[in-house]
């Protein structure tokens, strides 16, 4: 079976999207696609001569949640390990510290930024290690020198082969538990950190990692860049449509589908589609097979149709920019279709139609009108997504891209939210973003349009917890007035045998004054119970 002879960079990253430390993703040099617009900055505060006006070059991690409009700015240990161990020796590294009463090392004093090697295991497990250990910001420390850095990197070893792109920190699909964010340092700059952190005097190395998102006027534009099968970001897609449609108009929301240029890619020729089912009109618009079985399955073809079908759907109903039929069409598919099995059934799709209320026979006459999929025609519609893709520079997904910036860090309706949230000019936000952004109940919050005013603990009602306390106070006033009517009772009986041991009261005729008249003796010492 004939192979591509020639698959862009974006392809290799899609393929390998779980990623270990020691086999990273990698992307071409940055001159040799456009560059992400970058949301971040890395800067090195103390010691003076490690400080640079444009800050350091750096790459952000695909996990993690950074603080979007904020910063961490803290003293940095190097670890003098890969931290693959999960049990994370703290009285190790630099810069060295006096000794304690046990005659160790002192610890590394949190909160700190954490600097780890690269090598042996995931970036996500470096990062799950420091995190562990009470890091507040991971820098990994790459040991391999580009090979376009080449004149100003020094190998760890004569003769080490460099590296001709890029690595990507991509989650290894264990990342959600990651909370702290991670920036990988270019070998030669981590090495000048290393070497300051390592100097005999124990120098302090203080760092500042920090986000931020231009925020230019009351209106927020975000886009998402995606492909039907992939499964990273699908709980946010299910998810976030609550929050798109809290957001109004106040946000503007464009979904694109990652399409690669078959011609570009050397799928398209005179013979025919060159790369098999990968591609529709004869190789022009191609998709990778999300099973690597070209002969079963669903197809690079299959995510291309339904990534045009999804990309008609928008052009119908997201007019407004919010798009919530767009939103629920996508779940009900996810619900109903995302299997091999039934990812191309008409009948499927048909139901999902039917369920988010789209109108299939638009759609149908959408994806015809734009080129269709068969024959060697161009498909105007792909042909913009493919024009988009290329202006932005988008080689990894799911992105999310946020007044043109790029987010970093896991992907979720949260983090997107706040994002999206940070990046009004000040004052001009809308009321939700003000609501949620810090509710620790998020989805609730989106919900209802407010932070626990119409819940209390264990999401009980507050209809139900009144009901609830005016039926015990009921019960608990229905006992007490019982008990008292009770002791009432046993308090006359009391007394009226009191009174029974007497005779009733006599009129002393002489002085007028009244005298108890003892009992006949009869009755003496007999008691009335």
Known sequence: MTMLSHVDVGIAIISALVSSDAAAVNLPPMS????????????????????????YDHR????????????????????DDTLCDSDVDKRKGYPIRPNLDDGKMGPWEPPYILMVDRGDCTFVHKARNAQKAGAAGVLISDNTCLCSNAEICTPLSDGDPCEQFEPVMADDGSGSDITIPTFLLFKQDADAIREVLMSENGNIVQAEMAWNIPRPDDRVEYKFWTVPTEHISKNFQKTFRDA???LGDSAYFTPHFFVYDGILNRCHGTTGNQCFTMCTNAGRYCAVDPDNHLDRGISGADVVRESLRRICIWKYYG????????????????????????FSSKDCINDSYKHSGVDGQKISRCMDDSGGLEGDTVNNLL????????ELGVIVVPSVFVNNIAMRGQ????????????????????DICKKCVSCSDFELC??????????????????????????????????????????QTQMRNQVRGIMAEYMPLEEDSEDGNFAFAKRSEEFQGTQIE
């Open 244 to 246: 798109a449609v809290q």
């Open 60 to 79: 952000e991690a695909l996990f993690g949640v950074p603080p979007y409009g904020g910063s961490i700015a803290q003293q940095v240990y190097y670890a």
């Open 32 to 55: 040799a696609v456009p560059a992400y617009h970058a949301s971040s900055r890395f800067q090195i505060q103390i010691p003076k001569d490690l400080f640079r006006v444009e800050g």
């Open 319 to 342: 007019k407004d920019g919010i798009g919530e039929t767009w939103w629920s069409y996508i779940s009900e598919f996810m619900e109903r279709c995302d299997d091999s099995n039934y």
């Open 383 to 390: 042909e913009k997504e493919i024009s988009a893709k290329n």
């Open 446 to 487: 989106i919900k209802n349009g407010r932070c626990g005013d119409s819940s209390v603990a264990a999401g009980v009602s507050m209809a139900t917890f009144i009901s609830t306390i005016a039926l015990v106070s009921g019960l608990i006033i229905t006992v007490g007035l019982i008990q008292w009517r009770k002791s």
């Open 411 to 430: 992907l979720s309706s949260k983090t997107v939210f706040g994002a999206i949230c940070h990046g009004y000019l000040d004052g001009t936000e809308p």
